[in-house]
């Protein structure tokens, strides 16, 4: 065998015996891309440089890959290009980092995709009006790749979707170049995991699943991946490594549906759904610790399931599990609303005229990423029954339009005086930067849907869990 199977515990491909270009018979496709993989001169194209495609060039760029980002937005690569990030947690001086290592350019100008030995897409695949997959950002960037695709190759589809799409969707695409998947070209699918803003775990040490779609295809992106990531798990097929993400992202609804529907049960018990949790993951094994929120949010756990629930009725069945999360997930908002209305009405007020403040206009903590934000269904329903509403969130100076809401606001100062006008404050995100016993001190009326102020105590009434 020439070259070693990747796997978890092959050495560093560093390591590997390569021959030489110019010794011996000519070598093959696969043969110089692995070589220029481990000189670490072959080009790395990520396409789509957002939270997922922007860490995959720092990730490239740091291993000594030469890296060209694409995206279609003229904006955000006159930004990348001077220097300048447009993602919170991702600081300009990175940018300039990456600047500086003269490893990386970025452009709009996709023929330049040429000049990539190996792409990365990493672009976004939504839901439609009638919750079916949106491939439109894929098959667009397929239709791009198939203009100048050349031997040699490498294409990597890294954006979630259902199991069959890199085989039935991406690879016809690529093929109507006339090159042929396997023999002219190299194709993959790996999932991205990033979890932005986890200070414990970005695009360097989560293990990277690979699916090839043959075994020279499987081999060659193994080897990419393995020269900047410790641990590289290799699969079957595409379809394994497809699925592998729904599934990871399904476990998560499933999960968080759970323990959004014994939240609502134990409160009318009395019983603490936090503290529950608290307890119940001290077990050593057999549990892991979900906890509820105000509804799901983010580009992955309310979407990719359904892409599986879409894809499964082409096969007669139904991801029963899958849509009862997604009942549950769905009402969060409406029993906050719920909540809050009960809350006011027990002090005597009505919803018609109250001042909420909302806190947190992100899906989750600590960043400033608000896509399907459960935030904004909740102020919106709040508008609707008359309250007025304001918000603050350290992280998103003002409410970006979103799709099917009409909510537009701008951040308010989290002071003494802001605070104390309203008649109820609703936290419903756990940024790190809230000082949580201020917030407590000086709210009249406190509504908790995160478990953020549960180690704060205070007299009476005042801080209700929904
Ligand atoms: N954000 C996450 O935490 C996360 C985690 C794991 C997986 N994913 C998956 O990764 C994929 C990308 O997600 P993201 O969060 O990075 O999205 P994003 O919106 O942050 O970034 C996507 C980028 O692609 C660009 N784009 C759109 N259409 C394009 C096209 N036709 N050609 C080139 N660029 C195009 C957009 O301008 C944008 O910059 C999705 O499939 C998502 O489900 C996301």
Same mark, same amino acid.
């Given at each position: 065998?020439r070259y070693?199977?990747?796997?978890?515990?092959?050495?560093?491909?560093?390591?590997?015996?390569?021959?030489e270009?110019?010794?011996?018979p000519? !070598?093959?496709?696969?043969?110089?891309v692995?070589?220029?993989?481990?000189?670490?001169s072959?080009r790395?194209?990520?396409?789509?440089?957002?939270?997922?495609?922007?860490?995959?060039?720092?990730l490239?760029a740091?291993?000594?890959?030469?890296?060209?980002?694409?995206?279609?937005d003229?904006? $955000?690569?006159?930004?990348?290009?001077?220097?300048?990030?447009?993602?919170?947690?991702?600081?300009?001086?990175?940018?300039?980092a +990456?600047?500086?290592?003269?490893?990386?350019q970025?452009?709009?100008?996709?023929?330049?995709?040429?000049?990539?030995?190996?792409?990365?897409?990493?672009?976004?695949?939504p839901?439609?009006?009638?919750?079916?997959?949106? +491939?439109?950002?894929?098959? $667009?960037?397929?239709?791009?790749?198939?203009?100048v695709?050349?031997?040699?190759?490498?294409v990597?589809l890294e954006?979630t979707?259902?199991p069959?799409?890199?085989?039935?969707?991406?690879?016809?695409?690529?093929?109507?170049s006339?090159?042929?998947?396997?023999?002219?070209?190299?194709?993959?699918f790996?999932?991205?995991?990033?979890?932005?803003?986890?200070?414990?775990?970005?695009?360097?040490?989560?293990?990277?699943?690979?699916?090839?779609?043959?075994?020279?295809s499987s081999?060659?992106?193994?080897?990419?991946?393995?020269?900047a990531?410790?641990?590289?798990?290799?699969?079957?097929?595409?379809?394994?490594?497809?699925?592998?993400?729904?599934?990871?992202?399904?476990?998560r609804?499933?999960?968080?549906?759970?323990?959004?529907?014994?939240?609502?049960?134990?409160?009318?018990?009395?019983?603490?759904?936090?503290?529950?949790?608290?307890?119940?993951?001290? $077990?050593?094994f057999?549990?892991?610790a979900?906890?509820?929120?105000?509804?799901?949010?983010?580009?992955?756990?309310?979407?990719?399931?359904?892409?599986?629930?879409?894809?499964?009725?082409?096969?007669?069945?139904?991801?029963?599990?899958?849509?009862?999360?997604?009942?549950?997930?769905?009402?969060?908002?409406?029993y906050? /609303?719920?909540?809050? !209305?009960?809350?006011?009405?027990?002090?005597g007020?009505?919803?018609?005229?109250?001042? /909420?403040?909302?806190?947190?206009?992100?899906? $989750?903590?600590?960043?400033?990423?608000?896509?399907e934000?459960?935030?904004?269904?909740i102020?919106?329903?709040?508008?609707?029954?008359?309250?007025?509403?304001?918000?603050?969130?350290?992280?998103?100076?003002i409410?970006?339009p979103?799709?099917?809401?009409?909510?537009?606001l701008?951040?308010?100062?989290?002071?003494?005086?802001?605070?104390?006008?309203?008649?109820?404050?609703l936290?419903?995100?756990?940024?790190?930067?809230?000082?949580?016993?201020?917030?407590?001190?000086?709210?009249?009326?406190?509504?908790?849907?995160?478990?953020?102020?549960?180690?704060?105590?205070?007299?009476?009434?005042?801080?209700?869990?929904?």
């Amino acid at each position: 065998m020439r070259y070693p199977e990747v796997t978890v515990d092959s050495p560093s491909i560093s390591t590997w015996v390569y021959p030489e270009e110019s010794e011996g018979p000519p !070598i093959g496709e696969d043969e110089r891309v692995m070589l220029s993989i481990a000189r670490r001169s072959a080009r790395v194209g990520v396409i789509g440089l957002g939270y997922v495609g922007l860490p995959l060039v720092e990730l490239f760029a740091s291993g000594g890959f030469p890296v060209l980002g694409f995206d279609v937005d003229n904006h $955000k690569i006159k930004l990348l290009s001077t220097g300048q990030s447009y993602i919170g947690h991702i600081p300009s001086s990175r940018i300039g980092a +990456l600047q500086a290592s003269e490893r990386f350019q970025v452009t709009s100008d996709f023929a330049r995709l040429a000049e990539a030995d190996a792409i990365l897409i990493c672009v976004p695949t939504p839901l439609g009006n009638h919750r079916e997959p949106d +491939l439109t950002a894929v098959t $667009k960037t397929g239709e791009a790749i198939a203009k100048v695709l050349r031997q040699g190759q490498l294409v990597v589809l890294e954006s979630t979707t259902y199991p069959g799409t890199t085989r039935d969707v991406l690879c016809p695409i690529l093929e109507s170049s006339g090159l042929k998947a396997g023999d002219d070209f190299f194709l993959a699918f790996s999932p991205e995991r990033e979890d932005p803003g986890n200070p414990n775990f970005s695009a360097r040490n989560i293990p990277k699943v690979v699916g090839g779609w043959d075994a020279a295809s499987s081999r060659i992106a193994c080897a990419l991946y393995q020269a900047a990531i410790p641990r590289v798990v290799p699969v079957s097929t595409c379809e394994v490594a497809e699925a592998c993400k729904i599934l990871e992202n399904s476990y998560r609804a499933v999960n968080i549906a759970l323990v959004n529907e014994l939240k609502q049960v134990f409160e009318r018990m009395g019983i603490d759904i936090w503290e529950v949790i608290d307890a119940a993951k001290t $077990k050593p094994f057999g549990f892991q610790a979900f906890y509820p929120g105000p509804g799901l949010g983010g580009h992955c756990i309310p979407i990719d399931p359904f892409y599986l629930t879409w894809a499964a009725r082409e096969y007669g069945l139904h991801t029963r599990f899958i849509e009862l999360a997604g009942e549950v997930n769905t009402a969060m908002p409406h029993y906050v /609303v719920q909540r809050v !209305i009960e809350s006011l009405n027990d002090l005597g007020k009505t919803i018609r005229g109250a001042r /909420v403040l909302a806190l947190g206009a992100a899906y $989750k903590p600590n960043v400033d990423d608000c896509r399907e934000s459960p935030s904004f269904e909740i102020m919106e329903l709040l508008q609707e029954r008359g309250a007025v509403v304001a918000y603050n969130d350290p992280h998103i100076p003002i409410l970006p339009p979103r799709r099917n809401y009409s909510v537009r606001l701008e951040s308010q100062p989290l002071t003494v005086e802001v605070l104390a006008e309203q008649d109820c404050v609703l936290i419903l995100t756990d940024h790190a930067a809230y000082d949580y016993e201020f917030i407590v001190r000086h709210s009249p009326l406190l509504i908790d849907t995160r478990g953020a102020t549960r180690h704060i105590s205070v007299q009476g009434e005042k801080i209700i869990r929904a």
